[in-house]
């Protein structure tokens, strides 16, 4: 069964640009939950959707969005990006959400100059 | 609010045993679970508690107080490719999944 698959998997941006990310989860996993890695501060939970609802959203500024898709592949955009958006953005699917094992993909590292 | 607490860095030698304790203050407990991330690598799921006691898998072992808010990974017979940060993570009653800000490992010959 193929993993979780996140693209690009690095990506350079500006200050003030926007920035769009993708994972596909695993065959048959609902859930895809996103989160924000940067050293220090572990993993900080960003947004999980479920069955193309979001169904919680952690303490993120409404610059940061996602949905997700029929096909449970997700995407997570980042509107006017900042310095410290610069990060690894990982995402994680699982069957039926947070209560359940998490796999993740292999993230995605931003770095915003 | 929820918060975890372990330690940022341990050290320990080949075959030999380590413990990373993991404090949690959440509202609501539905569970506490382990991951292991390598250098540039995924967080892999470890183990999960979620009643009192020892849960054991190989060489890494978890444990659960819901009573003292405390848990800890023990790994044993350490190996070098166990050199990796290990998180904690708790899912409370906002049903999120809270990770601690992650223990790193050095494992040395």
């Known amino acids: 069964k193929a993993g979780v698959t996140q693209t690009p998997r690095y990506l350079i941006k500006t200050r003030g640009q926007q920035v769009t990310l993708s994972c596909s989860p695993i065959s048959g996993h609902r859930s895809v939950s996103w989160y924000q890695q940067t050293p220090g501060q572990g993993l900080q939970f960003l947004f999980e959707y479920f069955s193309e609802t979001q169904r919680n959203k952690g303490n993120f500024p409404g610059r940061f969005s996602g949905r997700q898709f029929s096909n449970s592949r997700s995407e997570m955009n980042v509107s006017t990006l900042e310095l410290g958006d610069s990060a690894l953005y990982l995402c994680a699917s699982s069957l039926s959400g947070q209560g359940s094992e998490q796999y993740f993909g292999p993230g995605t590292r931003l770095t915003v100059t | 609010g929820q918060s975890l607490e372990q330690p940022s860095e341990v050290t320990a030698v080949e075959g030999a045993i380590v413990q990373i304790n993991c404090t949690y203050q959440?509202?609501?407990?539905?569970?506490l679970s382990w991951y292991q991330q390598h250098d540039g690598g995924a967080p892999t799921f470890l183990s999960y508690n979620a009643l009192d006691g020892l849960e054991e898998t190989g060489r890494f072992s978890s444990f659960l107080s819901r009573s003292d808010s405390y848990g800890y990974l023990l790994l044993q017979e350490l190996q070098m490719k166990d050199s990796a940060s290990y998180f904690c993570?708790?899912?409370?009653?906002?049903?999120?999944?809270?990770f601690g800000t992650g223990t790193r490992l050095q494992v040395f010959p």
């Open positions: 993570a708790v899912r409370g009653d906002t049903d999120k999944l809270i």
């Open positions: 959440t509202s609501g407990f539905y569970g």
